[in-house]
């Protein structure tokens, strides 16, 4: 799979220069002397410096003479030869320009330009010929040797800079140079080694072999919440620490990531590097650095993560690896699981797949041998999965408006009044989905998407949650004029809250959303908080839902589990049954045992059914099943599918493009070319969408067949094309 590494052309000294811009592929340039594969270079374009990157030998007929000079950045650096290799792979795989993947890789610009040492002082043995209290305040700071800056010391030291700067003047301080980061703390394989239960020790002197092994294979750990997955994959860490390579740990939301840290910490003595798009420019540079350094042994982030420099990278894992937040929907549309997988590949690592509840493909490599299957079935130590139950909405239904039951309040009063925490769990934020008047029936739907406009009552707003657009409730309906006619439909997470409030007045109670909880500092703090017990029911979305361990909470109840089934997609019945699981998964996990509440209307469904059947029987009967439909179907992993959206603010335009692109669609054995169709949200941020969808035999070369269909067609300007290999979405 990995090419050859290709060498610039000794004679001529040119190569193929590619540059982090959507262009069909590298550009040749002139070389002063010849530069290996990865060679990160400066370049001109159109008037400009671009960063750019060796990549191959020049491929044009273009004459010297008229080719401009790329030049070397300072100190040589270069992209690993496995990463350039990787970035042509996902091109690809994807469809994308070769340019927008190397983008990804070059996320930090900064990263190459020279270290900037920072200016800082030490005290001398010369004593000052004024020995003022302030200046004896300096120096008693200064004693202990440390190198601060000028605003330290006098901080510090509680005087002026000026004090701080009459000392360095008669020679008392002197100045030194510091690097410009501190260094990052190097994790200590056995800091705090914990003692594995037996089935976690299997598992873990299977990865560690991997590790010595050193060769790529996939692990799937599957292991139901709370089983200690996370004890496990760290001895691989600590392994492949003691190996001397660098692990990738990658996570799909940032906001699992604060527990993560402080385990790790807890574990190997030091936090690992983190990458994700919260970091600041600076924090950027210094963590780019030190991957590409190998200072930096252990990093964790998000996808984006797997385009870093790891110049010796022996381990990956994909944590939670079924999570759909791994699908990177825009720009380049990518998998980081299965891209991760074939990161592993190309360097020739092992990699660890993560899951109580592993996405269907997975669990199909699995099962057939192609993935190594370590499960572990129980839960560590006396902590026992909880026990599940449906609530029949149907025999138990709350009156008009009221959305948790009479059962599900008899569970919460018990589990407070016992100085438990329950977690109610409904995955829609804001207050009502939909607003609607009650003369005419008109929906209140945003200016610029097919989608309803989600009241948001704190905030007192009707928003989308696809554009962002939002408006105030309007005091009579836009469509007959009725004044006080628009109700709201269906409950969020705040109605949820509010009814809660009036039921039970005296409990804590925290709302957790996307929207109530800003940014990670946020979400952190209500971690936190709920993990120490200062909050007794939290009610939340699915950003509480997923690894947090919160040793005091017992019930959860699920406000409406059909929610998800209904989706309609292939992944709909997958992806309600991983997240009930996952929310499931929070109860009970210290020694108190937890209880789990679905209240549902279709109890008979097979996704509640699988949900309270005891043991994993249950879970490995709904997967046998989800496997057969998608065999007979022919969908993944046993088919392919490839989506085109083509969108544009001309709607008979984009229709028209459509209609003139499926016309032009190769025959080809085993390739079936579904639409086009208005996509679910055929309006989104005032684009139209329509969409066609590619359904292919296993062993078909999608990428091949779409290449050589979408070379045929020109489509207008005003009409966008974008390709979804292995869709996760389909709206
Ligand atoms: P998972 O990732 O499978 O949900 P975790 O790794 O989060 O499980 O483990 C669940 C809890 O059990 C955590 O609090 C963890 O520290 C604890 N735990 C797991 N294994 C052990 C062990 N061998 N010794 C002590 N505590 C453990
Ligand atoms: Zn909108």
């Known amino acids: 799979m990995s090419e050859p590494a290709l060498k610039p052309d000794p004679q001529t000294a040119r190569a193929g220069v590619l540059l982090p811009l959507p262009l069909k592929g590298a550009y040749d340039y002139a070389l002063a002397a010849p530069l290996p594969r990865g060679t990160l270079v400066q370049a001109p374009l159109g008037g400009r410096e671009s960063l750019g990157v060796v990549w191959g030998p020049a491929e ?86 440390l190198a601060r800056k000028i605003p330290a010391i006098a901080e510090e030291a509680n005087v002026s800079p000026a004090v701080v700067r009459g000392l360095i003047a008669c020679g008392a301080l002197k100045q030194v140079s510091l690097p410009e980061f501190a260094p990052f703390g190097v994790p200590d394989p056995g800091f705090a080694a914990v003692p594995l239960n037996d089935e976690q020790n299997n598992a873990a002197v299977i990865l560690r072999d991997a590790i010595l092994a050193g060769s790529f294979r996939t692990h799937l750990l599957d292991g139901v919440t709370g089983s200690g997955k996370t004890e496990t994959y760290f001895e691989a860490i600590a392994e492949a620490l003691r190996q001397g390579r660098q692990s990738l740990v990658l996570l799909p939301e940032i906001a699992l990531s604060v527990q993560f840290l402080d385990r790790f910490a807890a574990r190997f003595g030091t936090r690992p590097a983190e990458w994700h798009s919260d970091l600041s420019q600076k924090e950027r540079r210094r963590t780019y650095r030190a991957v590409m350094t190998g200072e930096a042994r252990v990093v964790v982030g998000a996808r984006s993560a797997l385009f870093l420099p790891f110049p010796e990278l022996g381990l990956i894992i994909a944590d939670e690896e079924h999570e759909h937040a791994f699908k990177q929907e825009d720009g380049v549309i990518y998998h980081a699981r299965d891209m991760a997988v074939v990161r592993a590949r190309l360097e020739n690592c092992p990699i660890i797949l993560s899951s109580a509840t592993p996405s269907i493909e997975s669990y199909v490599n699995a099962k057939s041998g192609r993935y190594h299957w370590l499960k572990l079935p129980r839960r560590h130590g006396a902590a026992n999965l909880p026990a599940v139950h449906a609530i029949d909405l149907r025999e138990s239904q709350a009156e008009a408006g009221s959305w948790i039951s009479q059962p599900l309040r008899e569970a919460i009063a018990a589990t407070v009044s016992a100085g438990e925490q329950a977690m109610l769990f409904l995955n829609r934020r804001g207050y009502a989905p939909l607003t609607l008047c009650s003369a005419c029936g008109h929906k209140l739907i945003c200016r610029d998407c097919s989608a ?133 998964g929070r109860a009970g996990r210290a020694e108190k045992p937890g209880l789990v509440l679905l209240q549902t209307r279709n109890p008979a469904d097979n996704v509640i059914h699988a949900m309270t059947e005891s043991g994993a029987g249950g879970r490995d009967r709904f997967y046998d099943q989800e496997i057969t439909y998608r065999e007979r179907a022919g969908t993944p992993p046993f088919g392919r599918l490839a989506a085109l959206i083509l969108s544009g603010r001309d709607s008979a335009l984009v229709q028209n493009a459509g209609r003139t692109l499926a016309k032009a669609a190769p025959h080809a054995r085993d390739v079936k070319v579904w639409g086009p169709t208005p996509a679910f949200y055929h309006l989104l941020r005032g684009q139209t969408r329509e969409r066609l969808l590619v359904q292919a035999g296993r062993n078909v070369d999608v990428q091949a067949y779409l290449r050589t269909w979408l070379s045929a067609v020109k489509l207008p300007n005003a009409v966008r094309l974008t390709v979804d290999i292995d869709p996760v979405s389909f709206f």
């Not at 469809?95 to 190459?112: D, I």
């Not at 989308?464 to 628009?486: D, R």
């Not at 929610?563 to 309600?576: K, V």
């Open 60 to 145: 044009g007929a273009l004459s010297d003479a008229r080719l401009k000079m790329a030049t070397p950045l300072d100190g040589q650096p270069q992209l690993p030869e496995h990463l350039c290799d990787f970035i042509d792979w996902v091109a690809r795989y994807t469809l994308s320009p070769p340019g927008m993947v190397l983008a990804l890789a070059l996320r930090s610009a900064a990263a190459f330009a020279a270290e900037i040492p920072q200016i800082a002082y030490i005290a001398t043995t010369n004593t000052p010929p004024r020995l003022t209290p302030s200046r004896q305040r300096v120096l008693k700071t200064c004693a202990d040797g």
């Open 452 to 584: 309803w406009l989600v009241e948001h009552r704190y905030r007192k707003r009707l928003m989308c949650h696809h554009c962002g657009y939002e408006t105030q409730t309007p005091p009579a309906c836009p469509a007959c004029g009725a004044e006080a006619s628009l109700i709201a439909c269906g409950p969020g997470v705040e109605r949820v809250a509010e009814e809660f409030a009036a039921v039970f007045p005296d409990a804590r109670m925290a709302i957790a959303s996307s929207d109530t909880l800003h940014g990670p500092t946020e979400t952190q703090a209500a971690i936190r908080a709920m993990a120490k017990g200062e909050i007794d029911v939290l009610i939340g979305t699915q950003i509480m839902a997923k690894g947090h361990h919160f040793p005091q909470l017992t019930l959860v109840g699920v406000i409406d589990a059909d929610l998800g089934t209904a989706d309609g997609d292939l992944r709909a019945r997958e992806r309600t049954f991983q997240l009930l699981q996952q929310v499931a």
